[in-house]
């Protein structure tokens, strides 16, 4: 089985731009989290969609946004990009969230310059 | 409320030793507890994850050690090797809640010496 995949693996932008990451969940993974990584930040949730419905939702400004598609695809959007930004944002894939095992996607690095 | 605190921040350990990481968290609602491995480069990897139905789980040389009445758990790497040197991240969540929010601890990065 494929693991979760992201694209594209790297991204440079400057501020002010807007920019969309997509991410490919396991064959049959209903639910797909967003979280992004900084050095201080650590590991932090963004959103959940599950059957293309937004379920939960971190505290992120509303420049962060999501969508899933019916196939369980999803996109994130950030729009006015800002310095602080830069990060690694991973996506993970379960098969309907809560207790279930959560598959990470290697992540998209993101440098806002 | 919502966070998860994680000691050390890095570890050393020579080969062949015990590798232990510590988790504490406030919330009680909180009944499912993954623990992650990251290497450079990659995704977060599922190592092993428990319920607080169970003190301890054992898989392999990892074993995680639960203690609800004081709100922590710990992760135990027996037998360390250098191919353990990564980044280890605690969670937990609420699992009954079907959403699949995880909330990380900040991280302890391990290397282990031949």
């Known amino acids: 089985k494929a693991g979760v995949t992201q694209t594209p693996r790297y991204l440079i932008k400057t501020r002010g731009q807007q920019v969309t990451l997509s991410c490919s969940p396991i064959?049959?993974?209903?639910?797909v989290s967003w979280y992004q990584q900084t050095p201080g930040q650590g590991l932090q949730f963004l959103f959940e969609?599950?059957?293309?419905?937004?379920?939960n939702k971190g505290n992120f400004p509303g420049r962060f946004s999501g969508r899933q598609f019916s196939n369980s695809r999803s996109e994130m959007n950030v729009s006015t990009l800002e310095l602080g930004d830069s990060a690694l944002y991973l996506c993970?894939?379960?098969?309907?969230?809560?207790?279930?095992?959560?598959?990470f996607g290697p992540g998209t690095r993101l440098t806002v310059l | 409320q919502q966070q998860v605190k994680q000691s050390p921040q890095s570890l050393i350990v020579q080969k062949g030793g015990i590798s232990i990481i510590n988790c504490a968290y406030e919330n009680t609602a909180f009944d499912y507890f993954p623990w992650y491995q990251q290497f450079p480069g990659k995704g977060p990897a599922l190592l092993i994850a428990?319920?607080?139905?169970?003190s301890e789980k054992k898989e392999g040389r990892f074993t995680i050690s639960f203690n609800k009445s004081a709100k922590q758990f710990s992760l135990h790497i027996m037998d360390s090797q250098p191919g353990d040197s990564a980044t280890y991240f605690c969670?937990?969540?609420?699992?009954?809640?079907?959403?699949?929010?995880?909330?990380f601890g900040q991280g302890t990065t391990l290397q282990v010496k031949p």
């Open positions: 969670a937990a969540s609420i699992g009954s809640s079907n959403t699949g929010k995880l909330i």
């Open positions: 993970a894939s379960s098969l309907h969230g809560g207790g279930d095992t959560q598959y």
């Open positions: 064959s049959g993974h209903r639910s």
């Open positions: 969609y599950f059957s293309e419905t937004q379920r």
């Open positions: 428990i319920r607080p139905d169970v």
